[in-house]
């Protein structure tokens, strides 16, 4: 599975932007795709994952019931709708695929298979 994570860019405090994951080559139905962030000098943080065959998600608490997390399996596509974003979301985004357990849907090093990251930037 080869992953292609888009969308970024520069929006300010309370705007919205969705990343996009593109992925070619077969993802089974129990594959989790995960979106993770890294801002500079920190770890590589989970923030939202979803089943590629169930659709059931996960949130991190830092963003939930701001990010929604969907899939597109005829398009083979994974989207991350940002709202109400706030300077600390200032991350680069990588998609990432792979079998974790779902207790471990969290960890970074669980997922096989990841995108080469987008930038985004939360600023005024």
């Known amino acids: 599975v080869q992953l292609q994570a888009s969308g970024g860019g520069l929006v300010h405090p309370g705007g919205s932007l969705r990343l996009s994951c593109t992925a070619s080559g077969r993802a089974d139905s129990n594959y989790l795709m995960g979106w993770f962030r890294q801002a500079p000098g920190k770890d590589r943080d989970f923030v939202a994952v979803?089943?590629?065959?169930?659709?059931?998600?996960s949130y991190a608490d830092s963003v939930k019931d701001r990010f929604d997390v969907s899939r597109d399996r005829p398009k083979n596509m994974v989207y991350l709708d940002m709202n109400s974003l706030k300077p600390e979301d200032t991350a680069v985004y990588y998609c990432a695929a792979g079998v974790p357990v779902w207790s471990a849907r969290g960890q970074a090093g669980q997922y096989r298979y990841w995108g080469q990251g987008t930038q985004v930037t939360v600023s005024s």
């Open positions: 979803i089943k590629w065959g169930s659709g059931h998600t």
